[in-house]
C-alpha cells in the first residue's frame, strides 16, 4: 500500500464505504494515516465495517446515512468534525445497479439508479462544501465506464454515472478558486466486489472477460486505493476536473459492453 502516513493527520469522509471499492480505499486511508468516517445506509454493515478498521489499529467511526437524503449526510459530516476536526478529503461511491434492457425497467428502477448514483454524489459534496472550503482539499467521486461508453442494459447507469462526471467537472471549475480539487475514479473490472461476483458468476465468464481486458486481469481494490490516496496529497495538487480510468485498459476495448450483454442475454 502507500508510504505509511501520507495521510496522517488528516481526516477522511466515505460515503457507500461499508464494503467493496470503497472499503478498500477506506482501509487505504486508514494505512495511510487518515482517520476515517465511513456512511451508509445500513447501521449494522457501516458499524461492521468501522469496527473493523478499528480492530486493525486504525482511528474510525461509521454512521447510517443515506446519500438520497440531504440533511443525513449534512449531519454526518458534522459529527465527523465534532469528533476529529477539520475535513481535508470526501470519497462519494454510493451506487446502485441492475441488467435489465430499457424495455424491462421500471420508472423506479431508473429513479432509484439515479437517485443514489447522482443526487447521492451531488449530495454528498454539496453538503461537505461547508466543511472542506480550503486550499488542499479533496473531493473524489467513483464513477464508472458506463458514464462515457454506451452499454446495452445499462441505460439507467449510463444516465447517472455520466451525470457524475459532469457534477466532478463542474464542481472543480466552480471551487478550484478555493484551492478545493474535485477529481473523478473509474474502476474497471475488480476482484473480490460484489459487482464482479455478479457479472461474471462462474470460472468460465471470469476468463472470457479478462481476454477482453489488455492487461488480462482483474484488478484488485489496493489499486484504487492507491490513486485516491495519490489525489488527494500534494503531489495531486494541480490535478482538478479530471476522471482517472483505473481498468487495466478495458475500457479501450469495450470489455464491460460484451460481458453486460452476455450477462443479459443467458
Not at 480492530?55 to 468534525?81: E, K, N, S, W, Y
Not at 489488455?214 to 489525489?231: C, H, N, Q, S, T
Request: proline share 4%; aromatic share 6%; with cysteine.
Amino acid at each position: 500500500m502507500a508510504q505509511s502516513g501520507i495521510l496522517g493527520g488528516k481526516v477522511a469522509f466515505i460515503a457507500g464505504g461499508s464494503s467493496g471499492i470503497n472499503l478498500g480505499v477506506a482501509l487505504g486511508f486508514a494505512e495511510a494515516g487518515a482517520k476515517v468516517a465511513l456512511i451508509s445506509r445500513s447501521p449494522e454493515k457501516i458499524e461492521a465495517a468501522a469496527q473493523g478498521l478499528r480492530d486493525a489499529g486504525h482511528d474510525a467511526i461509521g454512521m447510517a446515512a443515506d446519500v438520497r437524503a440531504f440533511a443525513a449526510v449534512d449531519q454526518a459530516l458534522a459529527a465527523t468534525r465534532d469528533t476529529w476536526g477539520e475535513i481535508d478529503i470526501v470519497l462519494s461511491g454510493a451506487a446502485g445497479n441492475f441488467v435489465a434492457p430499457a424495455s424491462e425497467i421500471s420508472a423506479n428502477g431508473f429513479k432509484t439508479v439515479v437517485d443514489i448514483d447522482l443526487l447521492g454524489t451531488f449530495n454528498v459534496f454539496r453538503a461537505s462544501y461547508p466543511y472542506i472550503r480550503k486550499p488542499g482539499a479533496s473531493l473524489i467521486a467513483i464513477t464508472a465506464a458506463q458514464a462515457v461508453q454506451p452499454i446495452m442494459n445499462q441505460v439507467h447507469v449510463c444516465a447517472a454515472k455520466a451525470g457524475v462526471n459532469m457534477v466532478t467537472k463542474c464542481m472543480a471549475m466552480e471551487w478550484g478558486p478555493e484551492g478545493v480539487r474535485v477529481n473523478g475514479i473509474s474502476p474497471g473490472p475488480i476482484n473480490d466486489t460484489e459487482g464482479m461476483r455478479r457479472l461474471t458468476p462462474t470460472p468460465e465468464a471470469q476468463a472470457a472477460y479478462k481476454r477482453t481486458i489488455p492487461m488480462g486481469v482483474y484488478g484488485e481494490k489496493r489499486d484504487i486505493a492507491e490513486l485516491a490516496i495519490f489525489l488527494s496529497t500534494d503531489s495531486a495538487r494541480y490535478i482538478t476536473g479530471t476522471i482517472i480510468e483505473c481498468d487495466g485498459g478495458a475500457q479501450l476495448t469495450g470489455g464491460s459492453t460484451n460481458s453486460f450483454n452476455q450477462k443479459a442475454t443467458r
